[in-house]
């Protein structure tokens, strides 16, 4: 019998963050746009249409809010890890993608950015 798994997302999620080597990058916040997936088995989340069986899309925007904020981040990389770390310990997520893009840190390009995948 085949299992139907559930594909949460989230896009282009704006966020204001401390970020990057460069010295024009260190003179204050820049934008970062994230983008996360989140897979989980169907059969994890119930059928009683209750928001205490999946992953709360406002847990998601908090805890990114929350990390953004606390600190400053040399590289995307680290950042796109932290994010990854804080949803892959959640109970049912069997696989995770997220991106990070820097839209403005150059003229000649829409945006420069890191992915990372998990897969438990």
């Not at 998601?60 to 805890?63: A, K, P, S, T, V």
């Not at 990070?100 to 403005?104: L, S």
């Given at each position: 019998m085949g299992r139907i798994n559930t594909k949460l997302f989230l896009e282009d999620?704006?966020?204001d963050v401390n970020i990057g080597i460069h010295d024009f990058e260190k003179k204050g916040p820049q934008r970062i746009l994230i983008n996360i997936e989140i897979v989980i088995l169907e059969e994890d989340i119930g059928n009683d249409d209750a928001i205490s069986n999946v992953l709360d899309y406002d847990f998601?925007?908090?805890?990114i809010s929350k990390l953004t904020t606390a600190r400053r981040f040399n590289?995307?990389?680290t950042?796109?890890?932290s994010i990854l770390d804080i949803i892959k310990n959640q109970p049912s997520v069997k696989k995770v993608i997220v991106r990070?893009?820097?839209?403005?840190v150059y003229p000649d390009c829409k945006g420069v950015g890191v992915e990372m995948e998990y897969n438990a």
């Open positions: 999620y704006e966020v998601l925007r908090i805890e590289l995307q990389e950042l796109c890890r990070t893009k820097k839209p403005d």
